[in-house]
């Protein structure tokens, strides 16, 4: 898959939900090589321009390429009793029953000049067949309404290789990320992954700052992100293969919930549903998520199933939309109008980065909740906003400097 080849966060929060619905599955890719980290202890945050305190946030991480964990999910999944996989073949559209209130099964073609169709029946239909999701068109297909979609463009380009850093910098620390800012809308992952090796992905909003796929223009497009150390560190690498480049368009989210009438026995789940903007590193914990939000559905029974899990989906998609949408907001390059409500809560939320900078207890409640350990009214609660608010006035947390760009593609 495409996106396979660029730094795959996954939070804390999806790590947790992983080991919940495959026991043991942590301990498995430890052994064979993933890496475990500290958010952020021995993970260098940069959010909003400001280095975040370095303390634990009483969470661990795994560090690994994306083949590497669906690699070991997959095994699992095959593992399970009963199960035939399906291989090579592609969903071209759902059956319905007779009074076309269930759907009956989907039809399959096979091969590649996709010559020979097959209809598969089934009690249950989910469509997990990532971002470019074919259900609104299935459901037209069959004379049903298509869900509501929300598209927020955010043209993020991507550059990715792995590379094996120098040892005196990979001993230091695991990972770091340094996101976005107003005047600088790039950002940079450099994660330890399985093998000994360190992932580094490059990111920018619009096409001027999307990240180019030559040696040269990689690393002089990760001077203008990088701390000098880090920047150091990639310039001595031995890079491991070439660069991998991604166009992501837009972030999108579908809200079947609201559909009174989708035939029953038929759910969407993951990227599918919400394509998030990969920067914030929530769609695979989303669809880990929505993976056990399906498990106790099914555990009350089939009827009712859809709806109670479409609505159920939507709740857990919530938070973290709004935190990516909010977060991509909060840059001046998106042109979308802003609400009073969304404008306070960027304030907010660069005051809150800014004393993260200087208050461990800051940093570690604004780190829980992008790792979506806690809700993000956390954040509000009088407590901390007092942190925050004597952080500010003390006048700490300074940004980084952000350097002039030389020229404007790189
Ligand atoms: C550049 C980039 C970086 C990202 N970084 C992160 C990150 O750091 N952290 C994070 O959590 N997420 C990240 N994501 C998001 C993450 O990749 C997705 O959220 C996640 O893969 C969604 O899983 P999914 O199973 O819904 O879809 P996918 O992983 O896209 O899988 C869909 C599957 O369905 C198959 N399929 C499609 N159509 C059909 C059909 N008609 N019939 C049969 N099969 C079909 C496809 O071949 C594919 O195997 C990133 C995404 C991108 C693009």
């Not at 199933?305 to 709004?322: E, H």
Request: glycine share 10%; aromatic share 6%; net charge positive.
């Amino acid at each position: 898959m495409p996106q396979g080849r660029h730094a795959h966060v996954l939070l804390a929060r999806g790590g947790e939900v992983i080991e919940d619905l495959f026991p043991g599955v942590t301990g498995e890719l430890v052994a064979d090589g993933a890496v475990v980290s500290h958010p952020l202890a021995d993970f260098r945050f940069c959010a909003g321009g400001h280095t975040l305190r370095q303390v634990p946030i009483g969470a661990t991480m795994l560090q690994c390429t994306r083949p590497f964990l669906e690699g070991h999910l997959r095994d699992r999944v095959l593992a399970l009793p009963g199960l035939t996989p399906a291989d090579r073949c592609d969903v071209v559209g759902l059956t319905l029953d007779d009074d076309r209130r269930r759907v009956a099964g989907v039809r399959v073609v096979h091969g590649r000049d996709a010559s020979t169709e097959e209809t598969l029946t089934a009690d249950l239909v989910v469509d997990a067949t990532g971002r470019a999701g074919r259900t609104p068109v299935w459901l037209r297909a069959l004379g049903l309404p298509r869900p509501r979609e929300e598209e927020f463009a955010v043209s993020v380009g991507y550059a990715s290789r792995l590379m094996r850093l120098p040892r005196d910098y990979a001993e230091r620390e695991k990972a770091i990320a340094v996101g976005p800012v107003p005047n600088l809308p790039r950002g940079l992952a450099l994660l330890e992954v399985e093998g000994g090796r360190h992932l580094v992905t490059l990111a920018g909003f619009e096409s001027r700052h999307h990240p180019p796929g030559d040696h040269d223009g990689f690393v002089e497009f990760a001077a203008t992100v990088s701390p000098p150390d880090v920047l150091d560190a990639i310039r001595r690498a031995e890079p491991l293969g070439d660069i991998a480049t991604y166009r992501y368009q837009s972030s999108v989210r579908r809200h079947y919930q609201e559909l009174p009438d989708l035939p029953d026995g038929l759910l969407v789940t993951g990227d599918a549903l919400c394509s998030f903007n990969p920067i914030y590193g929530q769609g695979m914990t989303l669809a880990a998520m929505q993976a056990s939000t399906l498990r106790d559905s099914l555990a009350q029974g089939a009827p009712g199933l859809t709806r109670r899990f479409f609505q159920a989906a939507s709740r857990t998609v919530d938070d973290a939309w709004n935190l990516g949408v909010g977060a991509d907001l909060a840059l001046p390059q998106f042109r979308a109008r802003r609400t009073l409500s969304t404008r306070l809560t960027s304030a907010y939320t660069r005051q809150v980065q800014a004393a993260g900078a200087v208050d461990d207890q800051v940093a570690r409640q604004f780190v829980r909740v992008t790792h979506l350990l806690d809700p993000p009214d956390r954040l509000l609660r009088p407590s901390l906003a007092w942190r925050v608010l004597r952080a500010r006035t003390a006048g700490l947390g300074r940004r980084r400097r952000v350097p002039r760009l030389t020229s404007p593609g790189r």
